[in-house]
């Protein structure tokens, strides 16, 4: 419910609103504040437990408070070592809460009482995390959103730090609107909220509508002395990860970590920089299909004061939308591999189903930056891992900065293969992003690893929306759900980088590895958008979407590349279906002469054998009908009369392939329904495939003359 105010020309109306009628005694602004105070008097009493706790925080001059705009640990150094009883009393309040709490839990187990007790002393961890402050709330914010690691009573408790902290004073809130925007609030409003609709860690949204625009929007307001406590927590928790580090012989530089993430922290408190990256977030995947990001307004925005689009939903963990967790990952993966802008955040509280049925994105305030280069590893590295190519990994890991270029590659490998072996042959959709994390640990710590301050957002980024999704679908996996789009992506980016990793993928000691390219495609297929494709769908209708995708992207220009590989696939194929169809010739036409028929006229090599194998394989796969066959082509050397059968048993196969028109026909159905470019590329394709053709020919001729 809205609170609608006067407007400003019926100033001398203000005073019928006030419990104590004195218009001569104050401004036209006093009043007004005494409104939402009024409206919200029976929650002031006993509100914002930060505030009461850890108050003493706040206590900073005008010139200490502005040095602290940007995240600059030295200036925040400098600061509380001339506060060494604030610095000590924080470290005193900290121990003494923690060491209660954990006090309590070591005597509920000594009195076997542990399950009793369990839903009280998560709440009083949760209220314990909002005495101490927004750090705190941030840190329990993203464990919050992991269901499958914590207890659900925790799971619940710490939710509730996402958007139900206890609010901070209205008389401050609307003090700190008037004055950033330098105007009286019935100025800037029509209507607004008497209470908070939400309050958070660093501060708490009010519903309003602006009086010029008539538009509805949410008012977001800084909590007083946030900048105060993070920087002093910061501080803090800075020096335990170096002590932590040295005690422990750490690779990860831990101080780097805390500095990144302090960084986006104090990023984040300045809400210009919130504002832009919304702007920047909504141009960037406001149009992907059901995605909505809010609208902002910047002139209505300072640094503790942010004006932005009412949204209207619910939480996407509370509502069993699987189509909506298609689309986050979907619009995840094109943050973090495609853009490299991302959201660090997405909690539950950050990700809402409106009504409408549209995944909305809150709150821009932690974003991160993602490098093309090391864009290029991590789908580099999802490519090796799923096809357990362990030694590239090894490689990749050295390019994403995880382990050091010294580190002895083949033990490396041999420790990676025992460590994602398990994981892999589950299956690419049953790869378990936490899962992997916790197989990990040994390893790490064994062969150096570090985590790169950059690389801390991206996985809690991936470990907090597998968490969210986990809520919708407990089978759910983040690495199963975007593989079909690294899939996509590898075979149509122009990039040099992946097009040289899908090179080496599809081409394993010379031997074109049909059984991977058959296994990308299958994986892209996955990648639904539309709410119609999410869903079964029988097998001819799969059948047509393959084909048509197969060949709606190699005869673009993305696709050239893949083209130009099938192309020279299909070339080495029917030259080698020539080769055997000539040798099948010469043994039908010698059969009756005497001492010829006792003698082998093959022309074929192994290579020819895998080519001809090959051939029948793409055929297959265009035709919508891949196999599974053995993975690996593999050759034995035989004698001639077995090497003329297996010829004309491969023969037989292949032309009996072709003569079905069965076979032929999902190919010949789709072409009308291509593009007209599309039809156009298609039908240079066969003077392609023959200059083809004659070239290799003629290459084998000469060499086999000289050779």
């Known amino acids: 419910m809205l609170l609608r105010l006067p407007s400003p020309s019926l100033s001398s109306l203000l005073s019928t609103l006030t419990p104590t009628p004195k218009p001569s005694r104050f401004s036209p602004a006093r009043p007004r504040r005494s409104l939402f105070r009024c409206a919200a008097l029976k929650n002031d009493v006993d509100i914002d437990s930060f505030t009461a706790k850890s108050g003493y925080l706040f206590e900073l001059s005008a010139s200490e408070a502005n040095s602290l705009a940007d995240y600059d640990i030295s200036i925040i150094g400098a600061i509380y070592r001339r506060k060494p009883l604030v610095v000590f009393r924080r470290l005193l309040q900290i121990a003494l809460t923690f060491g209660y709490w954990f006090a309590l839990r070591f005597i509920d187990a000594q009195m076997e009482r542990s399950d009793q007790m369990f839903e009280v002393r998560a709440a009083e961890l949760r209220q314990i995390l909002v005495e101490l402050g927004p750090a705190y709330i941030k840190i329990a914010q993203a464990i919050s959103s992991r269901p499958d690691l914590i207890p659900p009573s925790y799971v619940d408790e710490l939710s509730l730090l996402q958007d139900r902290i206890s609010p901070f004073s209205n008389e401050d809130a609307i003090k700190t609107i008037e004055n950033e925007l330098a105007l009286p609030i019935d100025e800037l409003f029509s209507e607004i909220s008497p209470e908070p609709v939400a309050a958070a860690s660093l501060g708490q949204v009010y519903q309003a509508r602006l009086r010029r625009r008539g538009q509805l929007v949410a008012v977001k307001v800084q909590r007083p002395g946030v900048q105060a406590a993070i920087s002093l927590d910061i501080l803090i928790l800075r020096s335990l990860a170096g002590l932590l580090r040295r005690i422990r012989k750490l690779n990860t530089d831990l101080q780097a970590v805390v500095d990144e993430w302090a960084s986006s922290l104090f990023r984040e408190m300045d809400y210009r920089k919130e504002a832009n990256n919304g702007i920047k977030f909504r141009q960037l995947y406001g149009g992907i299909p059901d ?196 899939a996509r992506k590898i075979l149509t980016d122009n990039s040099p980088q992946l097009k040289s990793s899908l090179q080496a993928l599809l081409y394993e000691e010379g031997v074109f590895r049909i059984d991977r390219l058959e296994s990308l495609f299958a994986e892209s297929l996955r990648a639904k958008t539309e709410k119609a494709m999410v869903g079964k769908q029988d097998d001819d209708a799969n ?50 002469v005497p001492l010829i028929a006792t003698f082998s006229f093959s022309t074929m090599t192994n290579e020819d054998k895998i080519n001809l194998r090959t051939l029948r394989r793409l055929l297959l796969l265009l035709s919508g009908s891949q196999r599974n066959e053995n993975s690996k082509a593999v050759i034995r050397e035989d004698g001639p009369y077995e090497n003329q059968q297996m010829n004309l048993a491969e023969l037989s196969l292949l032309f009996n392939q072709l003569g079905s028109i069965q076979e032929v026909l999902p190919i010949l159905s789709v072409i009308p329904e291509l593009p007209p470019e599309s039809q156009l590329q298609l039908l240079n394709l066969p003077a392609d495939l023959t200059g083809r053709l004659i070239s290799r020919a003629v290459a084998r001729t000469i060499r086999r003359v000289i050779l």
């Open 543 to 592: 059948s047509r979407v393959l084909i048509k995708q197969i060949l709606s992207f190699t005869l673009t220009e993305k696709g050239a590349f893949v083209k130009d590989i099938l192309l020279q696939e299909f070339a080495k194929g029917l030259d080698a279906l020539g080769l055997a169809t000539l040798d099948s010739l010469t043994i039908v036409a010698t059969t009756n």
């Open 291 to 486: 995605v909505l990001v809010p609208e902002m307004y910047l002139e209505h925005t300072t640094r503790r004061v942010l004006v932005m689009e009412w949204v209207e939903g619910q939480k996407l963990s509370e509502v069993n939308d699987l189509y909506l967790v298609e689309v986050g990952t979907y619009c995840s993966f094109n943050q973090l591999l495609e853009c490299g802008f991302y959201h660090a955040d997405p909690h539950p509280g950050n990700l809402l189903r409106t009504y409408d049925g549209k995944l909305a994105y809150l709150d821009f305030g932690m974003m991160g930056e993602f490098k093309e280069e090391l864009r290029n590893g991590f789908i580099e590295a999802s490519l090796h891992l799923v096809n357990r190519d362990f030694g590239a990994l090894a490689k990749d890991f050295v390019t994403l900065g995880l382990i050091p270029p010294t580190a002895d590659k083949e033990a490396v490998t041999k420790a990676l293969t025992g460590v994602f072996q398990n994981a892999v042959a589950k299956g690419v959709s049953n790869i378990s992003f936490g899962d992997l994390l916790g197989d990990l640990g040994t390893t790490m710590y064994k062969f150096k690893f570090r985590i790169p301050s950059y690389f801390s957002l991206v996985i809690r980024s991936l470990a907090v929306l597998e968490g969210v999704a986990i809520g919708s679908n407990p089978d759910y996996k983040v690495l199963g759900s975007t593989y079909p789009w690294i």
